[in-house]
């Protein structure tokens, strides 16, 4: 019998605040270490946390788009235990209540194979702050810059068979925060961290003991940390050892997971509820105001983009990619009212620009405006889409709308009978020994003449009158 | 002028026969002359308080501020108070200058009211006597043998002793009624959430509230006119419109309803203590208020409860107190482990770190619903004695503290016992109602306190019934002689 792999996530989205969850202090990223820690934030005796109201519907949007119970009276409670970074001696979190309770679904695809991933519960807590161990030889420094920065635990069924389903589920989850609004899912500064809880066993056995790969920052590394693991306990259990639990860290640059070395005492956080705080109770109201907010989800973006638009799965996937993306491309329809056309260039054109710059789309030169104007210049003939490529790329270097580069650089199609047969004239005039050859049944030549009459034109001739106008021509 | 009521300072002030620079510097002299003896301060404040002093004149010249402006106060070393050592009677806070006003401190500085000092108290308010107070004990102004009670020992003190007019104190179990009692002077707890809790350093903070001392009722009912309100700060803050306790003072009690709980003359009560108690209710009754008897049969449960919960909460309150960004901090630490264990070893006192201990016991994983859950049963029983014994009165009497003071020592080596001193006083915190203590006579020499309970919000109430009490009584006047 093989081994059966059992991966369970825990992720810490970070909520997209102003300020912290409970103090006034901004939770903005990379500010000098401890400008942004107030009294509270330094636990200072006599100081009270109040709570900040705004993560609540952030939690609820995430119960309602995966479709979990809200908690309608939530609780906070404190998780006990010392670490200098952790100022009050205690986290406040949710144990007992979460804000976001059972029933929670995500559906994920690995190898075109649908699954469902049980969501256990999501709450909220505070961040603590950071041990700095390399700035003062022989001494720790303490950084609370992001101490109290509000997070969603979202906690994970043990439903994951396989690395590659683990990466899906955190992709998926990626997504929706972003889709969301509630999180801006940046793993690099740590606003969206996977813990990742990885077993093996025997199927029809009881689950195997866990690791804990903590702290890895990107989907591949995830993989990457994971498959490892997997590798390890089997090795572990088949050579008659047994897997210790622990948290384990995974080097990117050694490719490999190591234990923290940390003595693994069964914690006692003595959790207990925060005599401070009062339970956060939800109404049916509170539901409703949240659910006609919520922003359609990416899997019902992806049907309507199919039904509607009539655009390819992938294209919708594509598309659908990020909230940003879908938001653009539904702005550039909005103007240009043709859905294929204007898939292709957010696909072609401006995601290789963007790629090319490291951009994101919310950060993207051309707006969805000015594209939707370039598209609307080819529609109406204004220019041919050769010329559209040259436009695009003024208008990424920034020298204006399409309107202002076509005029400025004198780039309008021609489109004036005349003026393109007077070209086509002098094209059969120059080339007699071409036309010949086509009259003799060499068709091919046909492209030839095109590409002549629009390299006479500096590629300003309108491509379907010249086929016409030269069809006629040649007859 | 340490004899006049604060009314009377106040109508002196703004008729500009005193100034405030006098009155506080008579006071500050006072304390310079007898607190070597009574220890009731922990920090005395000259300058500060001559420089809110010369403000206050200012302001009442210019007709501004209240009818406390320029009336001296002595707050509880639990307050924090900007640029002044807040220390809550600990070692472990003896370097610590606030950097910011507790809610209370912030409202009597804004009205003008000179800071004398900070009081003495139990270290973190945890006792019954201000013996375990790093800076020693305080002592009884009524007899130098004896304890002021506790944990607002200091504050009780100041007040009798007349080293401060007006004075403020936080009771978590009767750390405010007990010691009134013990000394002598009118204190009042008021209902949870009343008084903001911000910057008052936390000891259990479901019970924690704080609350003013004052020699007479209608004193405290100006004093907590300053200290009571809403605050944004403090999420248990009660979020409505403070009482008027003032204007009522003076309305007639005729058939109020008092209750009286059997309960709370069982055996162990000082047969001094029950018959001067018997006395203020035949006072009262006397006013034309009516004596019904009512129950609180779960009274036995309070204690016990009280010493789980209480204790659970402050082994997590005080795990600030690390040695890591301020206060006492141990030698040469080797290591995290090493910095925490001997920081806190040496920076707290034994019954602070008796308490972290049952706290953190009931908190642990497999005892948890034994202790803490099981408590917080008990709690909501005790809770709804009251609320049924409020059907039938307005108001319970009954003794504040089984005894009179105790001697200093008596008790320090035996918890229970001491515990046992607060066995009327703690059930109402569990409740988190309101309740006070004003003076109805002696017993061997030392002070009888009236325990007046009501209901949620009857602040204004009972500071009416009390007022009315020390309108036909002058126990509330009474001085011990060394200090008049």
């Known amino acids: ?475 | 002028m340490h004899t006049l009521s604060v009314k009377e300072m106040s109508e002196k002030l703004r008729n500009k026969e005193i100034t405030s620079v006098a009155l506080t510097q008579h006071y500050l002299d006072r304390i310079d002359q007898y607190d070597g003896d009574l220890n009731a301060y922990v920090t005395v404040t000259p300058e500060l308080a001559m420089e809110m002093a010369k403000q206050a004149d200012d302001m009442i010249a210019e007709g501004k501020g209240g009818l406390l402006t320029g009336i001296p106060v002595a707050h509880k070393d639990i307050f924090c108070t900007l640029d002044v050592k807040t220390t809550c009677g600990s070692k472990m806070l003896d370097n610590f200058i606030a950097p910011y006003d507790a809610k209370v401190v912030e409202e009597s500085r804004k009205l003008g009211m000179p800071i004398l000092g900070k009081t003495n108290m139990d270290e973190f308010a945890m006792g019954s006597s201000s013996e375990s107070s790093y800076y020693g004990a305080t002592k009884n102004p009524w007899d130098l043998k004896a304890v002021p009670g506790g944990s607002s020992g200091g504050s009780a003190a100041v007040i009798a002793a007349g080293l401060a007019p007006l004075a403020t104190g936080s009771d978590t179990g009767g750390s405010i009624r007990q010691p009134a009692s013990f000394c002598g002077i009118t204190g009042i707890k008021p209902t949870y959430g009343a008084v903001s809790r911000y910057g008052m350093i936390a000891y259990a903070s479901s019970f924690d509230q704080g609350g003013p001392m004052t020699r007479s009722a209608e004193e405290s009912a100006w004093m907590l006119d300053v200290m009571a309100g809403f605050d944004e700060r403090d999420s248990t803050s009660l979020e409505q419109p403070k009482q008027d306790y003032v204007s009522t003072l003076n309305n007639d009690i005729k058939g109020l309803k008092v209750g009286v709980p059997a309960e709370y003359f069982e055996a162990g009560l000082d047969e001094g203590v029950e018959s001067n108690i018997r006395a203020a209710i035949a006072e009262l009754e006397k006013l034309g208020a009516e004596i019904v008897e009512v129950s609180l049969p779960n009274k036995e449960l309070a204690v016990p409860a009280y010493y789980v919960l209480a204790p659970a909460e402050a082994s997590s309150n005080l795990s600030r107190f690390d040695g890591v960004r301020y206060g006492y901090r141990c030698e040469n630490p080797t290591d995290l482990n090493d910095l925490y264990t001997r920081s806190r070893s040496e920076g707290f006192g034994a019954e602070v770190k008796r308490r972290i201990m049952v706290g953190a016991y009931a908190l642990s994983a497999g005892y948890y619903d034994a202790y803490y859950l099981k408590a917080q049963k008990l709690r909501r029983m005790v809770r709804d004695d009251f609320v049924k014994a409020f059907e039938q009165c307005d108001v319970i009497v009954g003794p504040v503290a089984p005894t009179p003071a105790f001697n200093i020592g008596e008790k320090s080596d035996d918890p229970v016992s001491m515990y046992l001193a607060d066995l009327y006083t703690i059930p109402v915190n569990l409740a988190g109602m309101p309740a006070m203590s004003v003076p109805a006579g002696f017993s061997n020499g030392r002070p009888v306190g009236l325990h007046l309970v009501g209901p949620y919000h009857s602040e204004a109430k009972l500071l009416n019934v009390a007022h009315q009490y020390q309108q036909v009584t002058n126990w509330h006047q009474q001085m011990p002689e060394s200090y008049q």
């Open chain 1, 1 to 475: 019998m093989t081994w059966e792999v059992v991966i369970g996530l825990e992720i810490h989205a970070q909520l997209t605040t102003k300020t912290k969850i409970f103090s006034g202090s901004s939770i903005s990223y990379g500010a000098e270490p401890n400008t942004q820690a107030n009294l509270l934030d330094l636990g200072m005796p006599g100081q009270l946390p109040v709570l900040n109201k705004a993560v609540i519907p952030k939690a609820i949007k995430l119960g309602l788009a995966i479709g979990a119970e809200i908690g309608r009276r939530s609780v906070f409670d404190r998780k006990n235990y010392f670490y200098p970074d952790l100022p009050k001696g205690y986290q406040t979190s949710q144990f007992s209540f979460p804000i976001v309770d059972k029933g929670g679904v995500v559906e994920i695809e690995v190898e075109g194979e649908t699954k469902k991933i049980g969501v256990t519960r999501a709450h909220l807590e505070e961040d603590a702050g950071k041990s700095i161990h390399d700035a003062f030889p022989g001494q720790t420094g303490v950084d609370l810059n992001r101490a109290g920065t509000p997070l969603l635990e979202i906690v994970s069924e043990p439903d994951m068979r396989s690395a590659k389903e683990a990466v899906a589920y955190a992709k998926k989850m990626h997504e929706l925060v972003q889709y969301l609004g509630i999180c801006d899912g940046n793993m690099q500064e740590g606003s969206f961290r996977v813990d990742s809880n990885v077993s093996i066993h025997k199927p029809g056995t009881p689950f195997g003991t866990r690791a804990e790969l903590k702290n890895i920052n990107s989907f591949k590394f995830i993989e990457q940390a994971i498959e490892l693991e997997i590798e390890r306990q089997i090795e572990v259990l088949e050579s008659g050892g047994q897997v210790v639990q622990e948290t384990r860290l995974y080097d990117a640059d050694k490719n490999e997971t190591r234990s923290m070395r940390e003595k693994e005492e069964a914690n006692d956080y003595r959790y207990f509820p925060c005599p401070d705080l009062l339970p956060v109770v939800i109404t049916e109201e509170d539901i409703e105001a949240v659910r006609a907010e919520m922003p359609e989800m990416p899997d019902a973006k992806r049907k309507r983009y199919v039904a509607d638009f009539n655009l390819s799965d992938y294209d919708a996937a594509f598309l659908t990619g990020s909230r940003a993306m879908a938001e653009y491309f539904e702005a550039v329809v909005a103007k240009t009212n043709e859905a294929k056309v204007s898939a292709n260039w957010v696909m072609g054109e401006l995601s290789k620009s963007l790629n090319q710059n490291g951009l994101d789309v919310a950060d993207s030169p051309v707006s969805a405006d000015m594209l939707a104007g370039l598209i609307e210049r080819i529609q109406d003939n204004t220019i041919s889409g050769k010329i559209a490529k040259q436009v695009f790329d003024a208008m990424l270097s920034g020298e204006g709308s399409a309107d202002e580069i076509v005029e400025n650089k004198g780039l309008k199609q021609i489109t004036d009978s005349s003026a393109i047969e007077a070209l086509v004239d002098d094209v059969l005039a120059n080339n007699t020994a071409q036309v010949e050859a086509y009259k003799g049944g060499q068709e091919k030549m046909f492209g030839f003449f095109v590409g002549q009459v629009m390299k006479a034109s500096q590629g300003q001739a309108n491509p379907a009158q010249v086929n016409q106008i030269l069809k006629d021509k040649l007859k």
